[in-house]
């Protein structure tokens, strides 16, 4: 049984930093292309981060570039999402998603989610 377990969500007030995790567990984390997505209330799951299993791929949203970093360390089985510079627009649940094979920015195109921690940046 696949899960994927997100953690490190919280209040933070603008400009600040919080890092998310993602423990994975029941595939083989090595080969699963990882990422991150974000639902703010009222609207759709949208694409925030994603990196290949191998680390040599890695895409991201243009509204978190320059501010968002994905990580992964296989040994682990987790990935991470490092937020600096957060703003009030980046409130959201924040989900962990792992496809098999390369990376991908869409919703359908991932197989397995996590339950979403909550991301809220106060102004």
């Known amino acids: 049984q696949v899960q994927l377990v997100e953690s490190g969500g919280g209040l933070v007030q603008a400009g600040g930093s919080l890092r998310l995790s993602c423990a994975a567990s029941g595939l083989i984390f090595s080969i699963y292309t990882m990422g991150w997505f974000r639902q703010a209330p009222g609207k759709e799951r949208e694409f925030v981060a994603a990196i290949h299993w191998s680390r040599s791929d890695t895409a991201y949203a243009d509204s978190v570039k320059g501010r968002f970093t994905i990580s992964r360390a296989n040994p682990k089985n987790t990935v991470y999402l490092q937020m600096n510079s957060l703003k009030p627009e980046d409130t959201a649940v924040y989900y962990c998603?792992?496809?098999?094979?390369?990376?991908?920015?869409?919703?359908?195109?991932?197989?397995?989610w996590g339950q979403g921690t909550q991301v809220t940046v106060s102004s």
């Open positions: 998603a792992g496809r098999p094979g390369g990376v991908a920015v869409t919703v359908n195109e991932y197989l397995y």
